[in-house]
């Protein structure tokens, strides 16, 4: 069970639009539709950003949205916003029960 | 409002076991619907998923850290605790709890996490 696999690092100016990739295997983001993304801010929790690929919770910005195709799933963030500026982690289910994190991308809002 | 909460030792010594307890207020955590799952950062690291309970006692962890790892739940203080054996400096990190959802496989609650520090 290796990590999925993200760019290190990820920058836009304010208004632009951003994609983050995620890229898996066929035995986990490539079999199901069960990725998740997360904020994660310095020093703080992560956050739920995006479920089940492209779902938002209640409360996350409709400026968030996600994808997938094939093995890669993606998070694209638009009209990006200083706030934004954090760590996001992408989560895929692996089979039996098990889970494996991507080793995160550093957004930079320039 | 659902809140999961860390505690337990911030410094734990090399070959020694690491426990760790989450309590889990504002909902209970014997419900068909939610795992209750540790996850752990490192300083300046990546998220990695260290395993699950279900109230009813099942367990699923990371086969990377599968002969270290104990989770068990304490349905009647609506708790749920990990214990990590043989520790060395490798596993200082933050350690969180959260909650999954079972059937769709993501963390949608989290605690605040604590940070345990591996040193004699």
């Known amino acids: 069970q290796s990590a999925l696999t993200q760019p290190a690092s990820v920058s836009g100016s304010p208004g632009q639009s951003i994609t983050i990739s995620c890229t898996g295997t066929?035995?986990?983001?490539?079999?199901?539709?069960?990725v998740s993304w997360y904020q994660q801010h310095p020093d703080k929790a992560p956050k739920l950003m995006i479920y089940?690929?492209?779902k938002r919770p209640s409360g996350v910005s409709n400026r968030f949205s996600g994808s997938k195709s094939g093995i890669t799933a993606s998070l694209t963030i638009s009209g990006l916003q200083a706030e934004d500026e954090a760590d996001y982690y992408c989560?895929?289910?692996?089979?039996?029960?098990?889970?494996?994190f991507g080793g995160g991308t550093r957004l930079t809002v320039l | 409002q659902l809140q999961l909460q860390e505690s337990g030792p911030g410094l734990v010594k090399p070959s020694e076991t690491l426990s760790l307890t989450c309590t889990v207020s504002?909902?209970?955590?014997?419900?068909?619907?939610?795992?209750w799952g540790w996850i752990r950062q490192p300083p300046g690291k990546g998220l990695e998923w260290i395993g699950n309970i279900y109230y009813g006692g099942s367990t699923y962890y990371n086969p990377s850290l599968k002969s270290r790892v104990t989770i068990s739940v304490d349905t009647s203080k609506n708790q749920f605790s990990l214990k990590l054996s043989s520790v060395s400096a490798a596993d200082t990190a933050m350690f969180y709890c959260?909650?999954?959802?079972?059937?769709?496989?993501?963390?949608?609650?989290w605690g605040q996490g604590t940070l345990v520090t591996v040193s004699s």
């Open positions: 959260a909650r999954l959802q079972r059937q769709k496989s993501y963390f949608d609650y």
């Open positions: 066929s035995s986990d983001v490539g079999n199901y539709d069960l």
């Open positions: 089940e690929g492209s």
């Open positions: 504002g909902g209970s955590i014997s419900s068909t619907s939610y795992y």
């Open positions: 989560c895929s289910y692996a089979g039996s029960s098990t889970l494996v």
